[in-house]
């Protein structure tokens, strides 16, 4: 049977706690430092409270060491590394291959889609060296999924929801070249959620002031089971800056959708155990989004993009139909209700984004907490956008996901005393204490009953109990309670030590972790690696080296060539969105230029290809 795994984002234990309560299998969140994202870092004991209650679930803990690495830092990502293998941590998502040639604790290791993951080719590569699992690049399709399952038995993981890269991921240098903020460090700075000018070689601006590298969201929802069909088993969510709502309501969303394909299909499995009931309906549009789309999933399509604002749209709810001031008159979507405090938006006349909060509704009329400009005759059929759903947004507030572990209890006596049994789990606690015949059996039955069902904000619920007592006896309420107390803890350490069990059974990693091994070095396929592997450290140098890599160019982090770089390589093709395709007007495509006051740069099309690389020229 298949296990399906849905990975949850964690910018701290605050947030990983409500992934974990909200349904996800596993999350992912950095450690202490070296986590590809610069600002967020999480201690150790964090990390380790994490990893406690995930067990209960069997859920999974993975954290991010996925930055390249220095000479300098290799010791601290190696202690790192020990820190997180003793605290819990399931596996170790990485992008320095320096990691699987150092003294590193007998634990997973995840390829990040950092080592950018695009072919069978390097995925079997991956696979050889001793990676558990192995994060696909965002670009790839269907069948390229598909090709690489069939000759590769790893697990796949694969992003389906959150912010997109227009990069292959770890082959952005623009952000290092610019500001020396390096993305592969984790440092972006977003130069691809700026505005750009779109040039000809003479400098003839064809474009102005538009986010012309700035994509939509990825949102995968309605294709999971092509996914899990095409061979992947984890399902990842971005968002390791995003806060606790964001996080709330694209795992619910996401785990509802997967418990209803694997409740029809025999063949799937859920990773993790626990039935979570969040206090609000998950609704992806009304978290953060740029606008959604699958990317290249199915092919290359129109409006992949999001030109006008790098900025959160929201939900569509109807169209305006006049502006007058702070009064709008509008044309809402049927069953749509608006609250004093919603947040809404829309695109002038210049597409530019304006945004208000609403002040006050009267039917069809709008007050807004601000003036707006909008030429009147444009502003009819203009569409209009909730970005904050207030009273939606305070029902996520409050869902603590309340995620149960159904439990089947059996109430019998001791010699001297009761002994309360979770059968299912054969987990006992009993307690002496005296035993006194009650007066009306019948009211005492029920009082036993009434009591070993009320589990309050425990991680249990009771399925059904089973009352063994040949003499019914007067318990009180207390004696009942202490003994649901004691095996709420026996229950959860129970819980804990089988989860460790089945990771240390796997953990038997040494031998294929220990990678000076000749007869992989085919594997790779080159002997030759420009600055585009990444290499920044003499440790990753020689794992090539033993791979049959002959000359290995520095990393852009370590030294910087002289001369015209790639600084992005994508799919995403300005000419494609703009209606300048070769392909469909048959003139050539000619290079192109972007250009602000960070800089110019020149664009190359790779027609055969069908991608897009960004020059530093």
Request: proline residues 3%; aromatic residues 8%; neutral net charge.
């Amino acid at each position: 049977m298949k296990k399906i795994e849905l990975l949850s984002p964690a910018k701290n234990l605050e947030v990983g706690l409500a992934a974990i309560n909200h349904g996800a299998d596993a999350v992912y969140i950095g450690g202490p430092s070296f986590g590809a994202r610069e600002k967020v870092g999480n201690s150790i004991e964090d990390i380790e409270k994490l990893c406690n209650h995930a067990a209960i679930f069997d859920a999974k803990v993975y954290v991010t060491l996925n930055t390249l690495l220095f000479d300098n830092e290799l010791e601290q990502a190696r202690k790192i590394a020990w820190d997180c293998y003793n605290a819990g941590v399931d596996a170790l998502i990485v992008q320095d291959m320096s990691l699987l040639m150092m003294d590193m604790p007998p634990i997973a290791l995840h390829a990040s889609t950092q080592c950018n993951n695009t072919t069978a080719e390097k995925v079997k590569f991956l696979e050889d060296v001793g990676f558990k699992q192995v994060v696909l690049a965002r670009e790839l399709t269907i069948n390229e999924i598909k090709e690489i399952r069939s000759k590769t038995t790893v697990p796949l993981e694969f992003f389906v929801h959150g912010a997109l890269c227009v990069s292959y991921s770890g082959q952005c240098y623009l952000s290092h070249v610019i500001g020396h903020r390096s993305a592969n460090r984790g440092a972006c700075a977003q130069p691809c959620r700026l505005k750009w000018n779109l040039e000809d070689e003479n400098g003839n601006v064809l474009i102005a002031n538009r986010h012309l590298l700035s994509l939509r969201d990825m949102n995968n929802s309605k294709n999971l089971e092509e996914l899990i069909d095409a061979g992947i088993t984890s399902f990842k969510i971005e968002g390791r800056l995003k806060d606790a709502d964001y996080v709330k309501n694209t795992t619910a969303y996401y785990r509802r959708a997967l418990d209803e394909i694997i409740a029809r299909r025999p063949d799937l499995e859920r990773a993790s155990r626990g039935v979570s009931t969040p206090s609000f309906d998950p609704n992806l549009e009304k978290s953060f989004s740029r606008g959604f789309t699958d990317y290249f999933l199915h092919g290359r399509q129109k409006n992949i993009d999001a030109p006008f604002t790098p900025k959160s749209m929201g939900e569509y709810i109807g169209e305006i139909k006049k502006i007058d001031g702070k009064r709008l008159t509008v044309r809402l979507k049927e069953g749509i209700t608006l609250h004093n405090g919603d947040g809404l938006c829309f695109l002038d006349e210049n597409n530019e984004l304006q945004g208000f909060n609403v002040n006050g509704v009267d039917n069809d009329s709008i007050l807004s907490s601000a003036s707006l400009s909008f030429r009147a005759p444009q502003a009819r059929g203009t569409s209009l956008y909730r970005n904050y759903d207030i009273q939606w947004q305070r029902s996520v507030d409050a869902s603590t996901g309340n995620r149960k572990l159904p439990i089947n209890l059996e109430f019998s006596e001791t010699s001297d005393g009761f002994k309360l049994t979770a059968k299912n789990e054969n987990v006992s606690v009993c307690l002496q204490c005296q035993k006194d015949i009650a007066k009306n059996p019948e009211k005492a039955l029920e009082t036993i009953r009434t009591k070993l069902s009320q589990w309050g904000d425990t991680k249990f619920v009771v399925e059904n109990i089973d009352i063994q007592l040949n003499t019914v006896y007067f318990i009180p309420a207390s004696v009942l309670g202490e003994m649901k107390r004691q095996l709420v803890v026996e229950l959860e350490s129970s819980f804990r030590l089988k989860h460790n069990e089945v990771k240390r059974n796997g953990e038997i990693l040494s031998d294929t972790m220990h990678l000076n091994k000749k007869d992989l070095s085919t594997t790779l396929e080159m002997t030759r690696l420009s600055y585009l592997a990444n290499v920044t450290n003499s440790i990753s140098r020689k794992f090539y080296e033993n791979h049959g890599v002959t000359h290995i160019d520095d990393g852009l982090e370590k030294s910087m060539p002289e001369g015209e770089i790639v600084v992005m390589t994508t799919k995403h093709c300005i000419r494609y969105a703009n209606g300048m395709c070769a392909k469909e007007t048959g003139k050539p495509a000619t290079s192109l230029y972007l250009s602000n006051e960070r800089g110019r740069f020149r664009l190359d099309f790779d027609c055969k290809n069908c991608c897009m690389k960004v020059v530093n020229i």
